[in-house]
């Protein structure tokens, strides 16, 4: 913060609305029209309205959707351009196949592979969201060394809210694993480079917000700037998924109302992404790009082929994160 500290409650206003204008004028010629490029794509996508899907009133998220008996194997196949609204037309999923480039998906594909050279994978055993029990080995044998997640973050860390977020664990236990995963943050900037443009062509004001945020959490905490990955970042964590399977879930710690990203890579044969809740599951291959309210919307994948080697690479704003850095915004502002 530059300016000078105002005091009083509209003082609190202000300084949002004038640093979104910011970041909307922050678009080159070149970035507005790639953006109006997939606004027309999107136009001409499937759209459908879920009159029972509101993303406020759906907090606590929908626990009812968590124990349907809505099998992936019922649900429709969306294999085309599709974006889902709330029952206020907000966007709550996008869905955009072979939309990540294939220089992009190539640079994420080396990355991955000198990535895994170097750090070992975090197996989850327990994790509610990713479910190895009874396939683990066999996972294992098909990909040594490539089952398992890594987690390149900033978030608040159980037992040290008061501490403010910081970098996790995996991006800096050691030199070499420091290096590597940094690396890999770069590598897949091309890709998040191309998500960002797809959250402002989406939902313009939510991607404004989330990038307003990020920006600001590079100043107020400089560890998370090696997360920083390309201009317009509107993510500030994300996760590497390397041929492990999801069970029904929502991500409860992550952005309540902002919307996260998803895109794949590797070989798949068939495989879906599934929302029980709005009763579709989307057709993933090479290069497929998902957005979608990821606290809001359970979601689950499909049983596939062990054989296959997928990769899915997952950006996402932690709610608790955006609020800490709204609190910090303000702080000069609040009148003592
Ligand atoms: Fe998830």
Redesign the pocket.
């Known amino acids: 913060m530059t300016s000078t500290p105002a005091t009083g409650f509209v003082s609190l206003i202000r300084p949002r609305s004038e640093r979104t204008l910011d970041m909307s004028i922050r678009l080159t010629e070149e970035q507005q029209s790639r953006v109006n490029a997939i606004v027309t794509h999107l136009q001409n996508a499937d759209h459908k309205c879920y009159s029972d899907q509101d993303v406020e009133l759906g907090y606590p998220p929908p626990k009812v959707s968590l124990r349907s008996i809505w099998h992936w194997a019922d649900a429709k196949e969306i294999t085309t351009p599709f974006v889902a609204t709330d029952q206020r037309t907000r966007p709550i999923l996008v869905y955009f196949p072979d939309y990540i480039s294939p220089q992009a998906v190539s640079r994420s594909a080396s990355g991955v592979n000198e990535l895994l050279e170097k750090v070992p994978l975090h197996v989850p055993p327990s994790d509610p969201?990713h479910s190895t029990v009874g396939i683990l080995p066999k996972l294992q044998s098909f990909h040594p060394k490539r089952v398992g997640t890594l987690h390149c973050a900033c978030w608040l860390e159980t037992g040290h809210h008061g501490s403010g977020p910081a970098v996790s664990r995996q991006v800096c236990s050691g030199s070499r694993a420091h290096n590597a995963t940094t690396r890999f943050v770069q590598s897949a900037g091309m890709a998040k480079d191309e998500l960002s443009l797809l959250y402002a062509a989406s939902h313009r004001s939510s991607w404004s917000r989330c990038v307003e945020n990020f920006t600001l959490l590079r100043d107020f905490v400089p560890g998370a700037r090696v997360l920083d990955s390309c201009p317009l970042d509107p993510w500030a964590s994300f996760a590497l998924i390397s041929n492990l399977p999801?069970v029904r879930?929502v991500?409860q710690r992550d952005a309540r109302t902002a919307l996260s990203a998803l895109y794949s890579f590797g070989s798949f044969g068939t495989m879906h992404l599934h929302f029980p809740s709005l009763k579709i599951k989307l057709r993933m291959r090479e290069g497929t790009a998902v957005l979608f309210n990821?606290f809001f919307l359970p979601?689950e994948t499909s049983m596939y082929d062990p054989e296959a080697s997928r990769y899915a690479v997952d950006f996402f704003n932690h709610e608790e994160v955006l609020r800490w850095v709204d609190r910090k915004a303000i702080e000069p502002y609040v009148r003592e």
Do not use: G, I, P, Y
């Open positions: 969201r999801s879930h991500d990821s979601h």
